[in-house]
């Protein structure tokens, strides 16, 4: 999946979710999507076969590759960003009383950024596209309240921004009255949103709210990790005695095994992304640098499976593959109150143990 994907998408359907776990690339696409917006050409493009050319495939592809969306003719493009967070508002997204904060008296009507953005699309020759990450970690239903059906590609205003007929209005506080209005979407403001499934710790969306929305799903994509750390895919990855390349290669692969098991457990959208192993860099390029690279992404990979499965230690001991003799983790039966309880244990876990953990996770 690239921006040039997501933008055409955007251009068809006028609002575009990206789903998928942490770690499988949304805040890079959204930072991609962005970019390719306001300048008009992909981040990275992929050359195209021209047999009748000089030279039939160009070393670098034509500059104006996103032209052809309408959205791109538009002379004047403009990103609007936000985050939803627990205490996002009506008002902070369109349009509400809120009081002066000049140190005068009195209340004020708050431009949000919905709305800041929609009026930029509404100018002659322009366009907007407003990027919203966390979806579903604020009261996403609170914060677009009566303008959630509006926002469909088919109840926005003519293509001059006056109404259609299938247009479909809201009220708003007026910022330049204070009147209540009708208010409406431009079909130049395109929405584009995040959202991080794999978090247990908010509630859904709502179905009539998420149908509004086309869905784009990102799954974890391990070729990145090959082609940073330079994995040779096909090598055999020794007991002991590992190479800087084994170690990258182990630790890849478990990721692998690992999300194989969410799948089957949780489900596809819960796996850990690729991101991992791609947010940060090594320290340095000896064997030890390494080790303590995958040792500190191994903290994030056990939060993720903590959190998916609440810290039952069956599940996890399952995950974990704890029946591996040469596995660093191990469930024990114990008794609390005169009942049997299960209690997942473990050596320590450091540059010395590390790469067993990675490769006990890799037995059958």
Same mark, same amino acid.
Request: include cysteine.
């Given at each position: 999946?690239?921006?040039?994907?997501?933008?055409?998408?955007?251009?068809?359907?006028?609002?575009?979710?990206?789903?998928?776990?942490?770690?499988?690339?949304?805040?890079?696409?959204?930072?991609?999507?962005?970019?390719?917006?306001?300048?008009?050409?992909?981040?990275?493009?992929?050359?195209?076969?021209?047999?009748?050319?000089?030279?039939?495939?160009?070393?670098?592809?034509?500059?104006?590759?996103?032209?052809?969306?309408?959205?791109?003719?538009?002379?004047?493009?403009?990103?609007?960003?936000?985050?939803?967070?627990?205490?996002?508002?009506?008002?902070?997204?369109?349009?509400?009383?809120?009081?002066?904060?000049?140190? *005068?008296?009195?209340?004020?009507?708050?431009?949000?950024?919905?709305?800041?953005?929609?009026?930029?699309?509404?100018?002659?020759?322009?366009?907007?596209?407003?990027?919203?990450?966390?979806?579903?970690?604020?009261?996403?239903?609170?914060?677009?309240?009566?303008?959630?059906?509006?926002?469909?590609?088919?109840?926005?205003?003519?293509?001059?921004?006056?109404?259609?007929?299938?247009?479909?209005?809201?009220?708003?506080?007026?910022?330049?009255?204070?009147?209540?209005?009708?208010?409406?979407?431009?079909?130049?403001?395109?929405?584009?949103?995040?959202?991080?499934?794999?978090?247990?710790?908010?509630?859904?969306?709502?179905?009539?709210?998420?149908?509004?929305?086309?869905?784009?799903?990102?799954?974890?994509?391990?070729?990145?990790?090959?082609?940073?750390?330079?994995?040779?895919?096909?090598?055999?990855?020794?007991?002991?005695?590992? *190479?800087?390349?084994?170690?990258?290669?182990?630790?890849?692969?478990?990721?692998?095994?690992?999300?194989?098991?969410?799948?089957?457990?949780?489900?596809?959208?819960?796996?850990?992304?690729?991101?991992?192993?791609?947010?940060?860099?090594?320290?340095?390029?000896?064997?030890?640098?390494?080790?303590?690279?995958?040792?500190?992404?191994?903290?994030?990979?056990?939060?993720?499976?903590?959190?998916?499965?609440?810290?039952?230690?069956?599940?996890?001991?399952?995950?974990?593959?704890?029946? *591996?003799?040469?596995?660093?983790?191990?469930?024990?039966?114990?008794?609390?109150?005169?009942?049997?309880?299960?209690?997942?244990?473990?050596?320590?876990?450091?540059?010395?143990?590390?790469?067993?953990?990675?490769?006990?996770?890799?037995?059958?």
């Amino acid at each position: 999946m690239n921006e040039r994907e997501v933008l055409q998408n955007l251009q068809a359907k006028k609002n575009v979710l990206l789903m998928g776990a942490p770690g499988t690339g949304k805040s890079k696409l959204m930072n991609d999507v962005a970019r390719a917006f306001e300048r008009g050409i992909e981040i990275n493009p992929t050359p195209t076969h021209n047999p009748g050319a000089a030279i039939p495939i160009p070393a670098i592809p034509d500059a104006n590759t996103l032209g052809t969306l309408p959205m791109m003719q538009r002379a004047h493009r403009k990103v609007f960003r936000t985050t939803l967070h627990q205490n996002s508002k009506f008002r902070d997204f369109l349009t509400g009383i809120t009081p002066r904060f000049d140190g *005068s008296e009195g209340y004020q009507i708050s431009e949000g950024i919905l709305y800041r953005a929609n009026e930029f699309a509404k100018q002659p020759d322009s366009a907007a596209l407003l990027i919203i990450d966390e979806l579903n970690r604020g009261p996403a239903i609170e914060v677009f309240g009566g303008s959630i059906v509006t926002i469909e590609a088919d109840k926005r205003l003519g293509d001059d921004n006056t109404p259609a007929a299938n247009t479909q209005f809201f009220e708003i506080v007026s910022p330049d009255t204070g009147d209540y209005i009708e208010y409406a979407f431009s079909p130049h403001l395109y929405i584009l949103a995040a959202m991080n499934q794999a978090d247990v710790s908010v509630a859904p969306l709502d179905v009539a709210f998420m149908r509004r929305w086309m869905s784009m799903m990102l799954e974890p994509n391990y070729s990145p990790i090959y082609d940073k750390f330079g994995i040779v895919a096909t090598a055999d990855i020794p007991v002991e005695n590992p *190479s800087i390349q084994d170690v990258y290669h182990v630790a890849a692969k478990a990721l692998e095994a690992i999300n194989k098991k969410i799948v089957v457990g949780r489900g596809a959208e819960y796996q850990l992304g690729q991101g991992v192993f791609l947010s940060t860099s090594p320290s340095g390029n000896t064997l030890n640098d390494a080790l303590k690279f995958v040792t500190d992404a191994w903290a994030m990979i056990y939060a993720h499976i903590e959190e998916l499965f609440f810290g039952e230690p069956i599940a996890m001991a399952y995950v974990l593959n704890a029946d *591996s003799d040469s596995s660093p983790y191990s469930l024990q039966e114990v008794t609390f109150a005169g009942e049997a309880k299960f209690v997942l244990s473990h050596t320590e876990i450091n540059c010395d143990t590390i790469f067993g953990l990675y490769r006990s996770l890799l037995e059958e």
